[in-house]
């Protein structure tokens, strides 16, 4: 009824639609009709990322852990080795996304230098509005 609306679990939703998506290569991601934006949304986050990390180290903090939360196939990652953080977790609904993210950091873990530290990372295939933080790593997938 109007008075008492369904809960809708939109979860399983969610993570198919994201699990669908293709990842492409750079050409045909420059052929988007959104590149530019894109672009504009990448370095927008980058400057918060850097501001965020000054204030987390200004405070005090020499070991920085991040948890992203929404990680998806890991679109963040160069931004969090550029901000030279130590720890990283990555949670995601899509477990497809997850997995991309993961070969994606092995990736460029490979091909980083070799006097180069690269953080540590952690995958979670998870619904990140079910659990606390806390919990993260205790969680089954979210069926595709
Ligand atoms: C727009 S994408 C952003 C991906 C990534 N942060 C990036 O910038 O490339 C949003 C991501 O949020 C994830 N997501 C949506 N709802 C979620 C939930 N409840 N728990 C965990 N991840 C969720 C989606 O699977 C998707 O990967």
């Not at 420059?30 to 200004?58: A, D, Q, T």
């Not at 720890?87 to 477990?95: K, R």
Request: with cysteine.
């Amino acid at each position: 009824s109007v008075l008492s609306p369904q809960v809708i679990d939109h979860s399983v939703k969610v993570a198919r639609h994201y699990n669908s998506l293709q990842e492409v290569g750079l050409a045909a991601r420059s052929r988007s009709r959104i590149f530019f934006m894109r672009n504009f949304n990448n370095w927008l986050k980058s400057i918060l990322i850097g501001e965020v990390l000054e204030k987390v180290r200004g405070a005090g903090s020499q070991q920085v852990s991040v948890l992203d939360l929404g990680c998806g196939k890991g679109g963040d990652l160069l931004k969090w080795r550029r901000g030279g953080i130590n720890h990283l977790v990555c949670a995601d609904i899509a477990a497809v996304s997850v997995d991309q993210c993961e070969s994606r950091y092995d990736d460029m873990k490979k091909k980083s230098y070799a006097n180069e530290k690269i953080y540590s990372a952690q995958f979670i295939s998870a619904d990140c509005t079910k659990v606390e933080p806390q919990h993260l790593d205790q969680l089954t997938e979210v069926e595709p």
